[in-house]
């Protein structure tokens, strides 16, 4: 069986299971959101968790009841440049400080097809997805199951095809499944820039129109490294029944650094029916 282990721990979040329990616990007692009944899919930042981890507790407050029992795919992109154009983690498990969370093979099977092929080497290193995996661990058990979908090529064409794969799989596996995309917004840029930029990416995700999204991307030059999975997460959305995408939380690394000359931003969405 294949084994994962963690890349970023004792970086991006506590390499130490007790701390990390308590670091997770920490950031969803500053989030007061009810839970979810309906959604399908969210984004969710992959920062460090003391810059980012209290938006990403707005999206995973949200499913506290949906998400018993749901397996996850979580679509990030890939910032080291190792891989194929877009590959599925296809078997094994992924350990981190909280346990080994379990890939869940049939449906990565499913996901795989010409566009998606079946590649560990661009997930060795990339913490889009790892850093996802111990809020789910935190909330549903060390053995959560999950899909890891990495995307180099983040074209227009490659995440239609990335999501309508994804949708198709999950209604052929009659799982249910909730979807995740990974992603950052602007980086480096000063905190009022950010804002005002990340607010019209923001504007075309909660739109769910994803050709406004990459169209808003290219016009306003928004640094937003995850811009491809979010489009296959709300073509897939779209494709499960989702009608609407809402901005959960907003926040820049600001708040944490006191720096605002150069921010990264960080949002929490969720696409609901």
């Known amino acids: 069986m294949n084994s994962r282990k963690p890349v970023v721990a004792g970086a991006f979040y506590p390499a130490q299971r007790k701390a990390l329990e308590e670091q997770i616990d920490y950031m969803f007692s500053k989030v007061d959101v009810s839970a979810s009944r309906n959604a399908v899919a969210f984004v969710c930042p992959h920062a460090g968790y003391k810059y980012s981890g209290k938006t990403a507790a707005c999206s995973y407050s949200r499913l506290r009841e949906i998400g018993k029992g749901a397996v996850f795919i979580i679509i990030g992109p890939n ?5 194929p ?29 010409s566009e998606i092929v079946k590649d560990g080497s661009a997930h060795l290193y990339e913490h889009s997805i ?3 995996v111990p809020f789910l661990q935190r909330m549903f058990g060390p053995d959560v199951s999950f899909v890891p979908v990495c995307m180099l090529n983040q074209s227009a064409a ?5 999501g309508k794969r994804v949708a198709a799989a999950i209604k052929k596996s009659k799982k249910r ?23 019209m990416a ?7 129109d994803e050709a406004k999204l990459y169209q808003t991307v290219a016009k306003n030059q928004i640094s937003m490294c995850g811009y491809g999975p979010v489009a296959a997460t709300m073509v897939a959305a779209k494709a499960l029944g989702a009608k609407r995408g809402k901005l959960l939380g907003y926040a820049t690394s600001a708040e944490t650094t006191g720096d605002e000359d150069e921010v990264v931003g960080y949002a929490a969405i969720e696409f609901t029916k």
């Open 79 to 83: 910032h080291h440049g190792v891989g």
């Open 85 to 113: 154009e877009v590959s599925v983690y296809p078997e094994g498990v992924w350990e981190t400080p909280l346990g080994g969370a379990r890939i869940d093979a049939d449906l990565a099977q499913m996901v795989f097809d």
């Open 130 to 132: 790892e850093v996802q």
């Open 158 to 162: 490659v995440a239609k095809e990335v």
């Open 177 to 199: 499944a909730i979807i995740i995309a990974s992603s950052d917004f602007s980086h480096y840029v000063p905190k009022a820039e950010a804002e005002r930029k990340d607010r």
């Open 202 to 208: 923001i504007d075309a995700i909660e739109s769910l």
